[in-house]
């Protein structure tokens, strides 16, 4: 049999499955096409932290001496825990996705509990984060840059600090708030997705959902590998 | 199945390069090396994003038109970065009076 006919066959094979579109030939091709506009999507998304990193770059060239000090008002070891916490749900989100693979139901599961667990545990850091900064007054608006109770005056903001200040916090709460906001959004995701894979809706032949929400889980880590030395790590 | 089953090892080997990589990046943080900064934290972060998009994305194992998606989202965003450059570092070049006339002009000391 010529190799056109085997995967003829085996397309056959797949128009039984309950998932399978019919214009497509195959399972394996409908999964390269959903792969396909999962990275046009992903294009897209670059180019929407795109215009983010943009700004930033410009500010920081601008007003390289208040993003100096912005970036020295954050915990780096906060930034740096983060970072380890979201590689580490990649590495389960990637290993739910092998699973899937093998079609080990459980496996999915618990792979994807593991990573909303981690994404959470990241979300939570965030929350201690940002309530620092409203306490102490860091976050851009009215009150911006002023004292507050138990500040060492030593270090308070002089006024002529306080708008190039505000500029370093305004880019640091659109980014990571973006990039939150996209956790957020990713999160209940995989929980709908622990709920198909318990139901035994993913197997060898047909996981596309998990690859394409991995793909979006990835790229989410891969977006906060440039936020955490461009915000947390300014010398 | 054309399905490509990375084995464990591979992401494990992925998983302990990008922790070793966020080790470096504050290590290399805290100690000061002037210009260098910058250029290698950037350069740490991309090598990082690569390990990323080839191995926990699967792009290595795609077809090619997948991949050139892939790249090409980076290359718009190389784009977009090139040409407005090119507008704020030529600013004033021609009229010098267009570079005082930065709206966003703040004193910082």
Redesign the interface.
Known sequence: MSEHAAALQAGHADHEHPRMAHHFESLAVQKDAASLGMWLFLAQEIMFFGGLFFAYALYRNLYHGAFVAGSQLLDWKLGAFNTAVLIGSSLTMAMAVHAAALGKRKQIVGYLLGTILLGTLFLGVKVVEYREKFHHNLVPGESFGLPYEGLDPHHAIPESQRAPLQMYFSLYFAMTGLHALHMIVGIPILAGLCWFAWHGEYSARFHTPVEMVGLYWHFVDIVWIFLFPLLYLIA | ???H??P?RT??L??LA??LG?FL??YV?RH?LGAF?TPI??G??IV??TL??L????VKY??R??QL??A???A??AM??AI??MD?AARGTVNPETRSNQA?Q????
């Not at chain 2, 191995?55 to 699967?58: D, L, T």
């Not at chain 2, 703040?106 to 000391?109: V, Y």
């Open positions: 199945m054309s399905d089953v990375v464990v992401y494990l992925v998983f990008l922790m966020t990046t504050v943080a000061d900064n934290a950037l740490i972060a990082k994003a990323v998009v191995f926990f994305m699967h795609s077809p038109l997948t998606v892939a090409s989202g980076f718009f965003l977009l970065f407005m450059l704020y966003f703040i004193e910082d000391k």
